[in-house]
């Protein structure tokens, strides 16, 4: 399979634990998307990288969380004290772009954040 | 930011009937883009269709561009049909709130 795969599926902690997910893009895509979707909602934009740079952040990432893609290739997205408010669905998306693309975004299955 | 409205937001159908989703959005784009959300919670990309129509089997979408919208077709629904529509515009893609299909046999 070579689409975008996250990991872990599911995730429930507790409070005020720190959270770390994976997301592995299809392996030609330069750049690599985070989203964050709550029941009932599309997805929102949280941030997004071209190869190992992230170019935009979201007014939604607090500085409890960051994200990172140190050889251009996975992303990792951690959470800090993790509140209840931060239970959603996290959505990791790739897309091949160079100038004049057709820059279709592919999604992974997410990751879904429970915190008790 | 740009604001996108999808209608209608239920949609109820009956296999083999035709449909039409909307999609409204504020201010000129230049990637407009549809996914269905499946029951499983799985996007997957329908169309990236900044102006213009395409086709693709049952599916078709047309944007017109310079009035703001974009418009889904399903033809002949089927049951695998039903999940979520979404509509998403913009460099980082703002997603309207979708539209929840129930296609029943």
């Keep these: 399979d070579t689409g975008v795969s996250q990991d872990p599926r599911h995730k429930i902690t507790k409070r005020g634990q ?7 893009p299809i392996s030609e895509h330069n750049r690599l998307y985070w989203y964050r979707q709550t029941l009932g909602q599309g997805p ?4 997004y990288f071209q190869n190992e740079a992230q170019l935009e952040k979201s007014r939604l990432l607090s500085d409890r969380f960051s994200a990172e893609r140190p050889k251009g290739s996975f992303s990792t997205l951690e959470i800090q004290r993790t509140e209840q408010g931060d239970s959603a669905m996290y959505l990791c998306a790739s897309s091949l772009h160079y100038r004049g693309s057709n820059e279709k975004l592919f999604f992974g299955s997410g990751t879904q954040l429970s915190v008790l | 930011g740009i604001q ?3 209608s209608p937001p239920d949609l109820i159908l ?3 009937a035709n449909s039409t989703l909307r999609c409204n959005f504020s201010d000129s784009v230049n990637n407009l883009q549809w996914f269905h959300q499946n029951p499983w919670g799985q996007l997957i990309n329908l169309f990236y269709i900044p102006s213009g129509t395409k086709q693709n089997g049952r599916l078709s979408a047309t944007t017109v561009a310079t009035e703001r919208y974009s418009l889904l077709y399903i033809s002949s629904s089927q049951t695998t049909d039903s999940g979520v529509y979404f509509c998403a515009v913009g460099s980082k893609l703002t997603f309207g709130k ?3 299909l129930s296609v029943r046999p």
Excluded: A, S, Y
């Design chain 1, 18 to 24: 720190n959270v770390t997910f994976r997301c592995d």
């Design chain 1, 44 to 47: 929102e934009f949280l941030t």
């Design chain 2, 4 to 6: 996108v409205e999808q």
């Design chain 2, 14 to 16: 009956q296999e083999g």
């Design chain 2, 98 to 100: 979708g539209i929840t």
